[in-house]
């Protein structure tokens, strides 16, 4: 297919800018533009139109979005205009600097380091399968260990045709398998010059974040790769980000691999979701970092393929979401209230591993080290899990996820005072099944 000249001049900026990174996009990432049309034109009419403005496709009634009273009813503060109209395709310009400027807070090792402004995507799924879109294709392998979301199956596999390779995550000492890791970019490098990299930390399902040091051996890693002309896409699924309880880095992976090698391309993929417990505003974000011999140029060209992705999907993300978040982020009570809904979630995560400790349970199960995020998983030495899952729902009403010959139990959606009832009749329920 023939290159676009506004794509052709993104392009040029990236590979002057980063040859890596311009190496790295996919058919679909290069070809992506951000056209010249209704919404370019709309910008320079909303500047200069001052008399009449008939560009865009919103009713106005006295020069305001026009609505339902009733509708209005359900907002108390926010205008129409924040409420009613689109929001640009890469987000409202206030809310991506305020989350860029949340995450070199609360990431202290970004400090100095140059990293793109984010993008706004509608949540994290999204923001994965827009970096999907860019950087991933047919030929390509994306390395994930075998504990990882199904999700990755459809974004990845099913819907751009590349192939998963997987990596045992857990070594037998029960920490993070950097070496089976490093021994599969190894393999995988000999047939691919580009491997893209997938790390959800805190994971699902299994609920562990590597600590400092296994995080550094990851990058040691990485780099070591990367010096032997390797390209490498690193995607750091940061879902349940800030969720670290015990034992773990406090940081996103993006922060080791924005500045890594130049052969390495970093992408965060995070979200205003389960970070603000706000799951239905549907509010992500996409930021790129790399070294480069022009951060001024690149990144601008790299948001703007992602705006052309957003543009020729979902056009833009929810407006009125993205206003109350960008509120949200400046609220005096923010960071209170961000810090005792961590208490909570916390407190669960440690009376879960206290009930677990009871000796018990150990002829019937064992269970992946969990420090951080929403879930853990229970592995089993006599039942089925799949079988198991549904003798629980059945039987004592109780709902889990089987994945594999796990089963994995949300923490974050059961109440302290109820983890050990439901614990112990987990176990009930193995027993009559074994």
Request: net charge neutral; proline share 5%.
């Amino acid at each position: 297919m023939e290159i676009q000249p506004l794509a052709a001049e993104l392009n040029e900026q990236i590979k002057i800018s980063s040859p890596n990174t311009y190496a790295c996009l996919s058919d679909i990432g290069k070809q992506i533009f951000f056209p010249a049309g209704i919404l370019t034109q709309s910008g320079e009419a909303k500047k200069k139109a001052t008399r009449f403005n008939a560009t865009i496709g919103v009713a106005l009634e006295n020069k305001e979005p026009m609505y339902l009273d009733a509708t209005k009813s359900y907002f108390n503060h926010l205008k129409p205009s924040e409420i009613f109209t689109y929001a640009p395709p890469d987000g409202l310009p206030q809310l991506r600097k305020a989350w860029k400027e949340k995450i070199v807070r609360n990431n202290p090792t970004l400090a100095g380091k140059e990293i793109s402004l984010p993008v706004v995507t509608s949540a994290l799924t999204h923001g994965l399968s827009l970096a999907a879109d860019m950087f991933v294709g047919p030929d390509d392998v994306v390395i994930i260990p075998d504990k990882f979301w199904g999700t990755y199956q459809l974004i990845f596999s099913t819907r751009r045709g590349a192939r998963l390779s997987h990596y045992p995550m857990f070594d037998s000492d029960n920490g993070f398998n950097v070496t089976a890791l490093a021994d599969l970019m190894k393999k995988e490098a000999k047939s691919h010059g580009k491997l893209i990299i997938v790390l959800n930390t805190p994971n699902n399902p299994t609920g562990y974040t590597p600590s400092v040091e296994e995080c550094q051996a990851i990058f040691d890693a990485v780099r070591e790769q990367a010096n032997q002309g390797t390209r490498i896409v690193t995607l750091s699924d940061d879902a349940y980000f800030g969720l670290f309880y015990e034992d773990s880095t406090k940081e996103s992976l993006f922060s080791g691999f924005c500045d890594l090698h130049e052969n390495v391309l970093a992408v965060k993929l995070d979200a205003a979701t389960k970070e603000n417990f706000a799951w239905g505003f549907r509010t992500g974000f996409m930021t790129f970092g790399t070294v480069s011999k022009g951060a001024d140029a690149l990144y601008p060209a790299l948001e703007t393929k992602a705006k052309g992705l957003l543009r020729s999907t979902i056009s833009s993300s929810n407006h009125p979401s993205q206003h109350i978040i960008a509120r949200l982020l400046k609220d005096p009570e923010y960071q209170k209230g961000i810090d005792e809904k961590f208490q909570i979630l916390k407190s669960r995560a440690l009376t879960l591993k206290k009930v677990l400790a009871d000796e018990r349970y150990k002829d019937d199960w064992s269970y992946y080290p969990f420090n951080s995020g929403y879930f853990m998983c229970l592995k089993f030495h006599r039942v089925n899990a799949e079988q198991l899952r549904k003798y629980l729902l059945d039987k004592y009403q109780i709902g889990t996820i089987s994945i594999g010959d796990d089963l994995r139990i949300a923490f974050s959606s059961v109440e302290e005072e109820d983890i050990e009832e439901m614990i112990s009749l987990i176990h009930q329920a193995v027993k009559e099944l074994s």
